[in-house]
């Protein structure tokens, strides 16, 4: 089974800290991203990226920045914490492809990281 | 730009009969449509997709959607519901050549027995 850990399920941090959140998966996927989760807002895409040290900004990458720098680890980083960053953060991955060969892959969730800024 | 509705936050029904969760699309392009369900404290599982072919699929746990072109809609269904069904579904749809998923907003199933 595909296995993707997200290192803490939840997290308080204070305003202004810096936030690292990590993701690791153990299938060799080339292929991960970063979703936070609000209610009545669904899942929205932070960042992503297809391979070793390559990043695309997703929708709301605001606020955020991500690190990978080996295949299996991918880091969600939040410079400067800010209460409207509370949320559930959700990592994700998919195997290899891009294009029609990533639309058609179902994607591998960790069990996801609630943070709490005050 | 592609976007993923699902009109109702909540759904209950009684265990034992049929449920209905709905979902809606807007997209420029053929889309390739997935759902899945979270249950409390975990992160989100595969159900079923369509891809091509057969309009009906058969997912996971007994549900099954149906993709309606004309109606940009894909519902997902169950027979008979069973209490263990409630949780959180999300609908979320590609485009075939398209690198990023969008979903739904979710909705809450809830199982009475």
């Known amino acids: 089974d595909v296995k993707v850990t997200q290192s803490s399920r939840y997290l308080v941090k204070r305003t202004g800290e810096k936030v690292f959140l990590e993701c690791v998966q153990d299938?060799?996927?080339?292929?991960m991203f970063w979703y936070r989760q609000d209610p009545g807002l669904g899942l929205r895409l932070i960042y992503f990226s297809y391979d070793v040290k390559m990043k695309e900004k997703g929708d709301i990458p605001e606020g955020y920045s991500v690190s990978r720098e080996k295949k299996e680890r991918f880091s969600l980083i939040l410079e400067s914490a800010s209460t409207n960053q509370t949320s559930m953060y959700l990592c994700?991955?998919?195997?290899?492809?891009?294009?029609?060969?990533?639309?058609?892959?179902?994607?591998?969730f960790g069990a996801g990281t609630r943070l709490s800024v005050l | 730009a592609q976007s993923v509705a699902q009109p109702e936050d909540q759904v209950n029904v009684a265990e034992g009969n049929p449920l209905t969760v709905k979902c809606t699309y807007s997209v420029s392009g053929n889309p390739y449509l997935f759902w899945y369900v979270q249950y409390p404290n975990r992160g989100l599982q595969f159900l079923l997709k369509?891809?091509?072919?057969?309009?009906l699929v058969k997912g996971s746990y007994g549900f099954e959607a149906e993709f309606n072109k004309s109606q940009t809609s894909f519902h997902l269904k169950k027979p008979s519901a069973l209490v263990s069904d409630s949780a959180l579904y999300f609908c979320a749809v590609i485009l075939d050549y398209g690198q990023n998923f969008v979903f739904g907003p979710g909705t809450r199933l809830s199982v009475l027995p």
């Open positions: 994700a991955s998919t195997p290899t492809g891009t294009g029609r060969f990533l639309a058609k892959n179902i994607q591998y």
């Open positions: 299938m060799d996927h080339e292929n």
């Open positions: 369509y891809i091509t072919g057969d309009n």
